[in-house]
């Protein structure tokens, strides 16, 4: 799984990367896509984020690369899943 180069604590966008990998860990365990809402319900328990910021860092690493579009669904938009390796 390719996932985004670690920054270095303190550096800029070092909190909005750690949320990324988090992001990319969560799917890194997904058996099926999911969407930005799937991703948020596995880390709301331990992470400040909101549903929003969410599908927001999940565009992004769409733009990026390192998530590819998987299909759609009704309620909340695009399934997400890793690019095949």
């Excluded at 670690?6 to 058996?31: C, F, H, N, S």
Aim: overall charge positive.
């Amino acid at each position: 799984m390719r996932v985004p180069d670690e920054i270095e604590r303190g550096k800029p966008y070092w909190k909005k990367r750690q949320r990324e990998l988090l992001i990319m860990q969560v799917m890194g365990k997904a058996t099926k896509p999911h969407t930005g809402w799937h991703v948020y319900q596995k880390i709301r328990g331990f992470s400040s984020m909101t549903g929003h910021e969410v599908c927001e860092l999940m565009f992004g690493l769409l733009n990026d690369g390192f998530l590819i579009i998987a299909g759609s669904d009704n309620d909340c938009g695009y399934l997400y899943s890793l690019p095949a390796e």
